[in-house]
């Protein structure tokens, strides 16, 4: 069969490994001119308008971030994603939404592994999913965090379908809103008989992709009514039994605990003990760069919350805290709206001040100052972060709490939200 490997990054190199076999015939294809790590003696189309060149091939295998729509081709269209749910022989539980995904599958796979069985974790969070592929056994859970990138174009969903909050993210790259909620809506739209979707109990575009769908049940999470997982006097409890005191989870805010509550809701599918779901919770200390606790210098303590890209994101981090509160925030505007952002900025006394950074700064200052007259908002011209953090470390005072929560993308100053994660960790552990 003759393939396109369209897009050449992390995950087609390993949809180039995969379909490297001697039935076939590969062909790496990126609108890169220069291409890294590219292997010796591969055909490649590489340029400027290289994914409109692909009449010829059997299959397109296109990276998760590039658009259906870019690839002009008369063969079929395909993912990596989309080759896992094909041939994958375990249940699957597929996690979606715009911000806590990859908490929220760690969870899962965390109780699944107290209860004993083996799980594989894949997606953004965990490995390469056609990397584990031939390992999976049918008695294996996986667990998959799926974006919007991801559920594009899938023709099959999920055996049980987490779809957590859906605010607007990622418009630089969907068309339009409609667009990202319509990829997302996939994780529900091809699911059968004795299938189960649990969503967000309060978002409209939650239950919009859990109602897009006629087969299977769908439940909300954290209230009481439909039988998922909520909180009670301080408690998990699915009805009225209780499962687990809150405090076994070891995650900060509110936003978490909701997610937990999700997370149990799905390993209860799976006859997971209660002991087990309280072990699972107590040894997942968290992911990095999500409100990750760095250290406390001089009686201020120090969080990265760098994978916070969006402003709802960062609504969740700066919520988790009654300490005072300085927050550095920007970089990239996604074409995000900043709007609740502000508002929830107006209504949370214990932030003090606001340290704006990178390209989209003078905005993000000027609607602040708008926002609120008691809010000091400080507007920084450097373009590296060791000069940032010394800033608000500068502007802190015992018992303070600096957070790096940028609300924003980070290509203006760093190659990813990780080196902005990590560059921050290092600087905060080096004052």
């Not at 989870?249 to 978490?256: A, E, S, V, Y």
């Not at 799976?270 to 250290?295: C, N, Q």
């Not at 010394?390 to 005072?397: D, E, F, I, M, T």
Request: hydrophobic share 40%; proline share 3%; aromatic share 8%.
């Amino acid at each position: 069969m003759k393939i396109a490997i369209a897009g050449y990054g992390v995950e087609g190199k390993a949809s180039f490994n995969y379909w490297n076999t001697p039935e076939h015939e590969l062909t790496i294809v990126d609108e890169r001119e220069i291409v890294d790590d590219l292997p010796e003696g591969v055909a490649t189309i590489l340029g400027e308008g290289a994914f409109s060149k692909l009449d010829g091939f059997d299959l397109v295998v296109r990276t998760a971030s590039l658009d259906p729509a870019k690839i002009t081709t008369n063969g079929k269209i395909w993912s990596a994603t989309n080759e896992f749910f094909e041939k994958c022989p375990a249940p699957i539980i597929g996690v979606t939404g715009t911000k806590g995904k990859g908490t929220t599958a760690s969870l899962i796979a965390s109780m699944l592994e107290a209860s004993g069985k083996t799980v594989w974790l894949i997606g953004n969070i965990g490995k390469a999913s056609l990397e584990i592929l031939s390992a999976v056994q049918s008695d294996d859970v996986v667990v998959y965090e799926l974006s919007s990138f991801q559920l594009w174009d899938i023709e099959r969903s999920p055996q049980v379908a987490l779809v957590l909050l859906i605010e607007p993210d990622h418009l630089n790259i969907h068309a339009d809103f409609n667009d990202y909620v319509g990829a997302k809506t996939n994780i529900r739209l091809f699911q059968q008989d004795g299938d189960i979707c649990v969503y967000h109990p309060t978002n409209e575009y939650s239950r919009q992709i859990a109602r897009s769908a006629d087969k299977g049940r769908i439940l909300r999470y954290a209230i009481a009514d439909d039988g998922g997982v909520y909180v009670k006097e301080g408690a998990f409890y699915q009805a009225e039994h209780k499962i687990c005191s809150v405090e076994a989870l070891q995650l900060i805010g509110q936003h978490n605990v909701e997610n937990a509550c999700a997370a149990i809701s799905a390993v209860k599918f799976y006859d997971v003990t209660d002991s087990a779901i309280e072990k699972g919770l107590r040894e997942f200390k968290g992911l990095p760069h999500r409100i990750e606790f760095v250290r406390e210098l001089s009686g201020v303590k120090y969080y990265n919350d760098s994978f916070s890209s969006a402003p709802s994101a960062t609504i969740a981090a700066m919520k988790s805290f009654t300490e005072p509160e300085i927050i550095i925030i920007g970089g990239i505007d996604k074409g995000a709206d900043f709007t609740e952002l502000m508002g929830a900025l107006g209504y949370q006394p214990n932030v003090k001040t606001i340290i704006c950074m990178g390209d989209i700064r003078h905005k993000l200052a000027d609607l602040m100052r708008q926002t609120s007259s008691q809010l000091q908002v400080v507007v920084t011209e450097e373009r590296t972060l060791q000069p940032i953090v010394k800033l608000a470390q500068s502007l802190a005072v015992f018992g303070d709490v600096v957070l790096l929560s940028p609300a924003c993308a980070s290509f203006d100053m760093f190659k990813d939200f990780y080196d902005r994660g990590d560059q921050f960790r290092n600087i905060v552990n080096q004052l």
